[in-house]
Nanobody
Framework: VQLQASGGGLVQSGGSLRLSCAAS????????IGWFRQAPGKEREGVSC????????YYADSVKGRFTISRDNAKGTVYLQMNSLKPEDTAVYYC????????????????????WGQGTQVTVSS
């Protein structure tokens, strides 16, 4: 019972990628989903979160205006559209769930999230 991120790859600076997050063993329908990333030698950091029923979206300052999170409950998938990619976006990207809503306090605190799966590598070349 976990989430699986996919869609990563190698892209040039300024390019775009769309990541997908799908669930194995449970339905995403009632789950908020958060995207995180971890670059080599750095701590895992929150990127974005989308609520389940309200669909509210939240972004880290570093990706605002460039990344868009969305969900298709019919397909049981949450997406992260990443545009205007920069070399500093290079990382392994993960998705996880904080329950039904994105946390109001400590929104991207790792302890709020569960069902981490294997991530997907995103590499942005300069």
């Amino acid at each position: 019972v976990q989430l699986q991120a996919s869609g990563g790859g190698l892209v040039q600076s300024g390019g775009s990628l769309r990541l997908s997050c799908a669930a194995s063993g449970f339905s995403l329908h009632y789950s908020a989903i958060g995207w995180f990333r971890q670059a080599p030698g750095k701590e895992r950091e929150g990127v974005s979160c989308i609520g389940s029923m309200d669909g509210n979206t939240y972004y880290a300052d570093s990706v605002k205006g460039r990344f868009t999170i969305s969900r298709d409950n019919a397909k049981g998938t949450v997406y992260l559209q990443m545009n205007s990619l920069k070399p500093e976006d290079t990382a392994v990207y993960y998705c996880a769930t904080p329950g039904s809503s994105c946390p109001r306090v400590g929104r991207f605190g790792l302890t709020h999230y569960a069902r981490w799966g294997q991530g997907t590598q995103v590499t942005v070349s300069s």
